[in-house]
T-cell receptor, first 113, second 114 residues
Framework: GAVVSQHPSWVICKSGTSVKIECRSLDFQATTMFWYRQFPKQSLMLMAT?????????EQGVEKDKFLINHASLTLSTLTVTSAHPEDSSFYICSAWNRYEQYFGPGTRLTVT | AQKITQTQPGMFVQEKEAVTLDCTYDTSDPSYGLFWYKQPSSGEMIFLIYQGSYDQQNATEGRYSLNFQKARKSANLVISASQLGDSAMYFC???????????FGTGTRLQVFP
């Protein structure tokens, strides 16, 4: 099956710093990718739709200036958490459709101290 | 608006027994797709099974089958012959045509005991 990778798999950063998470589709092209956030014992919450070559579409309540998304190529989307705070600590997952199946990255666990 | 409801926060099943995880959905679109994913403690999302709204037969994938009752808007996942490795969170999801978003239910934590 298709593969989506994420890097890093986990990251610890200090409050106030920015963190970039990469999402790559390894064996297929993705004009659209999705970014989710998941808190412990909760479901996946869609944050934004990343569109290749254009601006991302953010879900209601998600701060676009805090969660910067760049989809520069057909295989790479990046999520940058700017000026991270402890409340941004979470599990971030990206995904992309390949035909009729949505493939998920392995996730990035962000801890902000 | 489309919605997925999973009413079972947690389920227990004995090894080798079958278990049904409930999922109901709400949509006004005639065309939709329903998915089940498994999420073990590692966090990865594992695709299990898919059912299209126009599919005449219930989907099956190995030990997984989907009990699709369109009139009742339910898409329950049946796991036969449960294994200890089936212990995980299970999410039901629906594809929103047009935006291609996946809308997730709240999930069911399944625990398989010996």
């Amino acid at each position: 099956g298709a593969v989506v990778s994420q890097h890093p798999s986990w990251v610890i950063c200090k409050s106030g710093t920015s963190v970039k998470i990469e999402c790559r589709s390894l064996d297929f092209q993705a004009t659209t990718m999705f970014w989710y956030r998941q808190f412990p014992k909760q479901s996946l919450m869609l944050m934004a739709t990343s569109n290749e070559g254009s601006k991302a579409t953010y879900e209601q309540g998600v701060e676009k200036d805090k969660f910067l998304i760049n989809h520069a190529s057909l295989t790479l989307s990046t999520l940058t958490v700017t000026s991270a705070h402890p409340e941004d600590s979470s599990f971030y997952i990206c995904s992309a459709w390949n035909r009729y199946e949505q493939y998920f990255g392995p996730g990035t666990r962000l801890t902000v101290t | 608006a489309q919605k997925i409801t999973q009413t079972q926060p947690g389920m227990f099943v004995q090894e080798k027994e079958a278990v049904t995880l409930d999922c109901t959905y709400d949509t006004s679109d005639p065309s939709y797709g329903l998915f089940w994913y498994k999420q073990p403690s590692s966090g990865e999302m594992i695709f299990l099974i898919y059912q299209g709204s126009y599919d005449q037969q219930n989907a099956t994938e190995g030990r997984y089958s989907l009990n699709f009752q369109k009139a009742r808007k339910s898409a329950n996942l049946v796991i036969s012959a449960s294994q200890l490795g089936d212990s995980a969170m299970y999410f039901c999801a629906m594809r929103e045509w047009g935006t291609d978003k996946l809308i997730f239910g709240t999930g069911t934590r399944l625990q398989v005991f010996p």
